[in-house]
């Protein structure tokens, strides 16, 4: 049973900084592209980020490029989420994601996800 578990998410002011960490089990964990998502309320789901299986190729919403970083360690199968300089817009619950598919942003192609975690900016 494939399990993704979010931590990291919380309270900071705007400008500040997260790290948010996706530890998986149930999976190869090197088989599998790993995304970021995020929702805000009364909005849709969105594309964060993305990780390619293999090669490790990145992805980023333009809303986040320059100031998120995402990376694996395979060894510890887990995914992470460096959030710089964030901004009020930037809250909404975050939630971690595994596809098969080498490349793709849309959530249809990603059928592994975790609880989520709320990430909260403040002006």
């Known amino acids: 049973q494939v399990q993704l578990e979010e931590s990291g998410g919380g309270l900071v002011q705007a400008g500040g900084s997260l790290r948010l960490s996706c530890a998986a089990s149930?999976?190869?964990?090197?088989?599998?592209?790993m995304g970021w998502f995020r929702q805000a309320p009364g909005k849709e789901r969105e594309f964060v980020a993305r990780i390619s299986r293999s090669d490790g190729t990145t992805d980023y919403a333009n809303s986040v490029k320059g100031r998120f970083t995402i990376s694996k360690d395979n060894a510890k199968n887990t995914q992470y989420l460096q959030m710089n300089n964030l901004k009020p817009d930037d809250t909404a619950v975050y939630y971690c994601a595994a596809s098969i598919f080498y490349s793709c942003s849309s959530d249809r192609c990603y059928n592994n996800w975790g609880q989520g975690t709320q990430v909260t900016v403040s002006s």
């Open positions: 149930g999976l190869t964990f090197n088989r599998y592209t």
